[in-house]
């Protein structure tokens, strides 16, 4: 039996590669696994050789200890890969399909599920709706940062690539479907994009970097994305957005007035979450930030997308309240300009089918807009250090030397 080299979470700032065992289709017992889900037999699951696994803005979270994760944890939930094992209740997906796999699990039968609200499907975390692969408090479900991994309901979940040969050539694009492109597309969606937009994107991170290409790929007229770094926001730069510094000019709203004659825009994406900056060259953690300007700066009747990540429990909170994610926003200015808030984890599989065309038809470069960088597992430890000091790259892992 082959084994299964995996990257996890051991304390804070500190990740490793470990082997944790070739998968089977049984959640077994370990790090996170919520009780009520040892033992669950996944006759409806495959296992996967992976291909491609992205590292994530949130597995940052928990890496930072930001979050009440345990040791040795399996990190990974976006995920891309060759099946080469199947349940006997899989009946469409058949050994050797290369497949994206969607970060929120979802049994496809309870009523979220069915009413395409995959992100909150009610079957597969005891503790409340929503699950993901290798997360805190969302199940236990083993994280796809390793060489193989199990995904439960194959045949709802799965997305198969039509063409193997043509998938592997864009591999580096295909690898995105799993989470970020999505999130991004998510949170553009959410915000009301449309033909003619402006646009705010908050944070140049992948994330926000992927819903400023959204942004474009909806037709918007300008694309705004701030941040405190400077190599993210060239980044950002690189493929048509306008950018704004918020270390060196903390004034958002008078940032936007110099990029478009008004102080405002049509609307906003927040994709920074619960570890916000005050803006400043000397601003220290203010989690409520980013919810607060974007208000401040999108019009009345505008949308808020809200993709970026917060959470309930925060160990490194910078009080009492921010610790249970209760944070100081101001709801009143967004009721006075009649604001639409929309948030929480992306329905991936509302998405993911279209733009995987967008993909394959050369019509979306979401490689090339978040700068995917392909790394081996065993540097993936390298690759969170960096990532955590502010590179601007997708770190992309690559277990078994596949891509090109």
Request: aromatic residues 6%.
């Amino acid at each position: 039996m082959a084994g299964n080299r995996a990257v996890a979470y051991m304390e804070p700032g500190k990740v490793e590669v470990i082997d944790i065992g070739y998968p089977d289709l049984v959640l077994r017992d370990g790090p996170g696994v919520n009780p009520l889900n040892v033992g669950r037999k996944c006759n409806h699951g495959v296992v996967l050789k992976v291909v491609t696994t992205n590292i994530c803005g949130s597995d940052q979270h928990m890496v930072r200890g930001r979050t009440t994760a345990p040791s040795g944890l399996v990190l990974g939930h976006e995920i891309t890969g060759e099946v080469i094992e199947v349940g006997s209740d899989v009946e469409f997906i058949k050994k050797g399909d290369l497949v994206s796999v969607p970060f929120n699990i979802a049994c496809g039968r309870c009523r979220s599920c069915k009413e395409r609200d995959t992100h909150i499907c009610e079957n597969v975390n005891p503790d409340r709706p929503g699950s993901a692969y290798g997360y805190v408090d969302m199940g236990g479900w083993v994280g796809g940062q390793s060489e193989y991994v199990m995904v439960p309901y194959a045949d709802f979940q799965l997305l198969k690539f039509p063409d193997k040969e043509q998938a592997m050539e864009k591999i580096t694009d295909l690898t995105m479907l799993s989470d970020i492109f999505p999130t991004g597309y998510h949170g553009a969606v959410s915000a009301g994009v449309k033909p003619g937009s402006t646009v705010y994107i908050a944070g140049a991170g992948p994330v926000g970097l992927a819903a400023a290409h959204s942004a474009q790929l909806l037709g918007a007229a300008v694309v705004i994305v701030g941040d405190l770094n400077g190599e993210r926001l060239a980044q950002a730069r690189s493929f048509g957005c306008e950018t704004v510094n918020l270390r060196e000019h903390p004034d958002l709203g008078e940032q936007i007035d110099q990029l478009l004659g008004v102080p405002e825009v049509d609307c906003a994406v927040d994709c920074v979450g619960f570890e916000a900056s005050g803006h400043g060259s000397n601003a220290g953690e203010a989690p409520a930030t980013v919810l607060n300007s974007i208000m401040e700066v999108t019009r009345a009747g505008g949308r808020l997308g809200i993709p970026g990540l917060y959470v309930t429990g925060d160990p490194g909170g910078i009080d009492e309240d921010a610790k249970i994610g209760t944070l100081k926003v101001r709801l009143g200015l967004g009721w006075a300009k009649a604001h639409t808030f929309v948030t929480g984890q992306t329905p991936v599989m509302k998405y993911h089918r279209d733009l995987m065309a967008a993909i394959l038809s050369g019509r979306a470069q979401i490689a090339k807009a978040v700068n995917a960088t392909v790394i081996s597992i065993d540097d993936a430890p390298r690759g969170y250090q960096e990532f955590d000091q502010g590179a601007a790259r997708k770190y992309v892992i690559d277990p078994h030397g596949l891509v090109k």
